[in-house]
């Protein structure tokens, strides 16, 4: 998550009764019916008064209605307005004894119009495309027979090599070659940048070439609608989100949901703040909003309002939209106690929707540590995934410095770390935890809480941070070590995730934060599909292997220790065995050897027959070829895997 805006602000020190939750239940701020349309807005029961006003645009033009609401509740307050109200808009406007707020169009918008400044009134029967009943979500047993591949929507369509005509749109990924290409590749869950609607880019310019991560929200339940054909249309961008999703499970494919509950774009002007003034964000001692996040705020998910929100915020896209799965985006600002909640939530919907996060944040937090879904606390979240900067640095070099190498550039001392990635997390006797770079501690409870991954949209990508941290790198070793650290992930127990166009070796033209440059810095060079073609072979070869071989996705953290066993290795070399038909798969005995040395290295396995499946740069499941004896040589900069 990356953006470069900084507010500095006071909060009005505003705060909730306990009572507010007992109050109302949802945040259904909009009933439409043909012959009367229901508000409800949860702001201060002290407030001076609470107005509905309705338009007729989505921008401009004058009020045709303005009624005043009243309050029914603690914090509560609703209004009725009769006759039909299909196809207009509406804002809320909350005055304070200190001041009049700005209009806004509440905090759970489930329609809006143009850049988002006012909610839309519409039925959201007529949003669902032909079929959206029977759209079904893709089945996976178990989190780790994941394959989850990140992906911002222009970045994958945007190119004039990408042969898709629907270019930056939700539809590109309705199309054939799209589709093709994401089950060729092997994929089973496309992991989607924020695709809420979000302020940094200005929808009434849909010819004018603009570019963000989305890490900046404004409506949290509304989809983007630069991603729509029209976004001035507010049911378009709703019902073509539907339509990628309804793809997408045809595909066999699963949605996964960027979401950005930890922070808002603005703080003052903010459809929480503008709702209930300083209700929803942390603040310091000093009275200053908090900033764990780095972007001028934090919210407050262990207020009774704010947990609320995002609970039925998740439930309303897993429900109204199908997704299948939340990537909190800063989980470690958000508190154990909400983030538990979530998961018993969609537990009861479909215990299959996965939850994972970034285990941190960007500063501190005025919230005990102990209490923060952080990375070292995941044992603590039921169900819940956390990413693993361990192995990931470890493979590629510390966040901290672009210029730094690790395992990858053959530099030794990482090997624990990677080790550490490779159980999943876990507790395994044959891992020396005080060697490991980051974590002092295993912080699963099962692999299936482990993301493992070596680049994401976060910093350089994968083939940057090489050029970097490797002086003088030819082509060639970029490729190799591409290959082996890939091999690092997907072979590591756990769920791997990989960033869309690392399958064709994208770069970025060096650039370490990408969330707002152009398209020619973003875009998927899909041209390389042609020219690289035996990089696209070995990713899908590796999610083969994965998907037909048990062994790789192990959840039970006693099956990892009983069979998951590290061989005797050099520097800069991993190497291990998964024995006696580990999780019930076919091959009685794998070898993964990791060799990121400039040199050939032999490494001593157990006695036997063995047929190689990865070998030179190539992935063949039915076998490359045979070695016999107790003794291997991998080559240079390569991985080798074996069965017997």
């Not at 079929?131 to 780790?144: E, I, L, S, V």
């Not at 997704?323 to 009861?348: A, P, Q, V």
Request: one cysteine or more; hydrophobic letters at 35%.
């Amino acid at each position: 998550m990356r953006i470069n805006k900084k507010i500095t602000t006071t909060v009005v020190s505003l705060m909730l009764a306990g009572g507010a939750i007992s109050a109302q239940q949802t945040f259904n701020e909009m009933t439409y019916t043909k012959d009367v349309s229901t508000f409800k807005l949860n702001a201060p029961s002290k407030a001076k008064s609470v107005k509905v006003n309705i338009y007729k645009e989505g921008v401009g033009g004058e009020v045709v209605k303005t009624v005043k609401m009243k309050r029914t509740g603690n914090d509560l307050w609703t209004a009725d307005i009769k006759g039909d109200l299909k196809g207009m808009f509406y804002t809320f406007q909350v005055e304070t004894k200190k001041q009049k707020m700005n209009e806004t169009p509440g905090v759970f918008a489930k329609a809006v119009g143009v850049n988002g400044r006012r909610a839309a009134i519409i039925d959201m029967q007529e949003t669902n495309p032909e079929g959206w009943c029977c759209d079904k979500r893709p089945m996976t047993k178990q989190p780790t027979d994941l394959v989850i591949y990140e992906m911002h929507h222009r970045d994958f369509s945007v190119s004039p090599h990408s042969g898709l005509t629907h270019k930056g749109k939700f539809l590109a990924l309705t199309e054939p070659k799209a589709v093709y290409h994401l089950k060729n590749l092997g994929v089973n869950a496309i992991h989607i940048l924020p695709s809420y609607d979000y302020a940094s880019v200005d929808e009434s310019k849909p010819d004018v070439p603009q570019y963000n991560w989305g890490y900046d929200p404004l409506n949290y339940n509304v989809p983007e609608g630069s991603y729509s054909t029209n976004a001035e249309c507010p049911i378009a961008r709703i019902k073509e989100f539907k339509q990628m999703v309804q793809a997408l499970h045809k595909a066999g494919i699963r949605v996964i949901l960027d979401v950005v509950y930890n922070h808002t774009f603005d703080v003052d002007n903010s459809n929480f703040n503008l709702t209930y003034p300083g209700y929803y964000y942390r603040t310091t001692a000093d009275g200053k909003v908090s900033d764990g996040s780095g972007c001028g705020n934090e919210t407050a998910s262990e207020k009774p309002l704010m947990r609320q929100f995002m609970i039925e915020s998740v439930l309303y896209w897993a429900k109204e939209y199908h997704i299948d799965g939340f990537r909190f985006d800063l989980m470690g600002i958000h508190d154990i106690e909400t983030m538990n909640m979530i998961r018993k939530s969609l537990d009861e919907i479909d215990p299959s929707i996965y939850m994972y996060g970034e285990g941190w944040s960007a500063g501190a937090c005025a919230y005990p540590t102990d209490k923060l879904a952080m990375k070292a606390n995941t044992r603590q979240l039921n169900g819940i995934g956390a990413f693993c900067d361990d192995m990931r640095d470890a493979l590629r070099g510390p966040f901290s410095d672009d210029h730094k190498s690790a395992f990858l550039g053959a530099i030794p001392g990482n090997e624990e770390s990677i080790k550490f990635g490779i159980t999943g997390g876990i507790a395994h006797p044959q891992v020396d935890i005080k060697k490991v770079n980051y974590s002092k501690a295993p912080w699963t409870n099962s692999p299936a809480q482990m993301i493992a991954y070596v680049s994401c949209h976060d910093d350089m990508c994968l083939v940057d941070r090489l050029k970097a941290s490797i002086p003088g790198i030819t082509q060639g070793e970029l490729i190799r070590l591409d290959l082996l650290a890939q091999t690092a992930v997907f072979t590591a127990q756990g769920v791997p995730f990989i960033l869309a166009g690392e399958e064709m070796l994208r770069d970025k033209k060096g650039v370490h934060n990408s969330f707002k440059s152009p398209d020619y810095i973003n875009q998927l060079p899909w041209e390389n599909l042609e020219k690289y073609p035996q990089v696209f072979d070995y990713y899908r070869g590796l999610t083969e292997l994965r998907r037909n071989h048990p062994a790789f996705r192990m959840t039970d953290a006693n099956m990892v220790y009983r069979k998951l066993e590290f061989l005797n290795a050099p520097d800069c070399v991993v190497a291990f065995r998964l024995k006696d038909n580990a999780n019930g798969d076919s091959w009685r005995d794998i070898v993964v050897i990791l060799n990121s040395n400039k040199t050939a290295q032999r490494i001593a396995i157990p006695e036997g027959t063995w047929t190689s499946v990865c070998e030179g740069g190539q992935i063949n499941l039915a076998g490359i070829s045979e070695y016999k004896g107790n003794e291997v040589e991998v080559a240079p900069q390569e991985a080798l895997i074996l069965f017997r």
